[in-house]
């Protein structure tokens, strides 16, 4: 799964996305590409509540690093400014989205044509051949 989206979900029970990102208990973080996905990591905060506090947000901000996009119940301004500056898109979805079902939507729509934030994460995951140019070189140019 070398191609695979890392995507991360607010959730207390690993199976729905039920959480707000600053006072998530818990993240499921899979890979994700058309055909499979895989659990990569759950990550467990504790009771927080939803108070302003930025300080508690760094920590999660920084467990989604790589990550393509968080999927979350709500998400605040300023968490929604610091994980796009981070190319992270937030996704916020209905309280008890099935994660189950969220992937599988996300894979069709990669298979399908993805949408813009998708595209654009795929296309960082694909790596660059760096001898593409001298590979057209050799094949010439028939005008």
């Not at 979805?93 to 992937?103: E, K, P, T």
Request: aromatic content about 6%; charged content about 25%.
């Amino acid at each position: 799964m070398e191609t695979a989206l890392k995507i991360a979900f607010a959730t207390s029970d690993m199976e729905t996305v039920n959480q707000h990102f600053g006072s998530a208990k818990s993240f499921a973080v899979y890979a994700v590409d058309r055909d499979n996905a895989q659990l990569l990591e759950a990550a467990e905060f504790g009771e927080l509540n939803q108070d302003g506090n930025e300080a508690k947000l760094s920590v999660k901000i920084d467990l989604l690093e790589g990550c393509a996009a968080v999927y979350c119940q709500a998400i605040g301004a300023s968490a929604i400014n610091q994980i796009i500056a981070r190319g992270i898109q937030p996704v916020k979805v209905h309280d008890g989205s099935r994660i189950r079902d969220l992937i599988v939507d996300l894979q069709n729509e990669m298979k399908v044509g993805p949408s813009s934030w998708v595209a654009k994460a795929i296309s960082k995951q694909k790596s660059v051949d760096p001898d593409r140019f001298k590979q057209m070189e050799e094949e010439g140019w028939d005008e």
